[in-house]
C-alpha cells in the first residue's frame, strides 16, 4: 500500500543555474550536492535535481506542475521576489486561494499556493463541478 510520495526527480540541463533556482528563489532546503545532481528538500518532501541531457527545451502542453506549499503571509513577497527575478509566468490563478503559476529554468511548471486541500474541497462544494463525487475522506470539510 502506498503510504505517501518518496521523491520527485527533476531533469536539469544546468546544475548550477536550477541548484540556485531552487534554493535562492523557491527556498528548498539544500540536503546534499554532487557533479550531476543534488538533493533538496521542501518541508517533508525530497526533490533531486538530476543533470541529464535529454532535458526537456520547451515547457510541456498540459496542465501537469508541481504546487509548492507557501504561509499566506509570505505569498506577496515571494511571488514579487521570483517576477522581479525574470522568473516567466505560465498561467494566471483560477483557483480558489492565491497561486503564482511560473516555470523554473528547465521549463518545468510550478506553482507556489497559500491553502491546500481542505480548502479546495469546501470551494468544490460550494461550486460544484459536473459529476463531482466525494469519497470517504477524514478531511470535514462542512
Do not use: C
Not at 521570483?82 to 529554468?105: I, M, R
Request: no cysteine.
Amino acid at each position: 500500500m502506498i503510504s505517501g510520495i518518496n521523491h520527485i526527480t527533476l531533469s536539469v540541463t544546468d546544475l548550477d543555474r536550477s541548484f540556485n533556482f531552487y534554493v535562492e528563489l523557491v527556498g528548498l532546503t539544500p540536503v546534499v550536492r554532487w557533479y550531476k545532481g543534488a538533493y533538496l528538500t521542501a518541508g517533508d518532501l525530497w526533490i533531486s535535481l538530476t543533470l541529464d541531457e535529454k532535458t526537456r527545451r520547451a515547457p510541456l502542453n498540459e496542465y501537469s506542475h508541481i504546487a509548492f506549499s507557501v504561509e499566506k503571509e509570505d505569498f506577496e513577497s515571494m511571488r514579487k521576489n521570483l517576477q522581479d527575478n525574470g522568473v516567466e509566468k505560465w498561467q494566471e490563478n483560477h483557483s480558489e486561494g492565491d497561486s503564482f503559476y511560473f516555470l523554473d529554468p528547465d521549463e518545468h511548471k510550478l506553482e507556489i499556493h497559500i491553502t491546500g486541500l481542505h480548502n479546495r474541497l469546501k470551494a468544490m462544494k460550494k461550486y460544484p463541478p459536473e459529476d463531482l463525487l466525494f469519497y470517504n475522506h477524514n478531511d470535514e470539510t462542512s
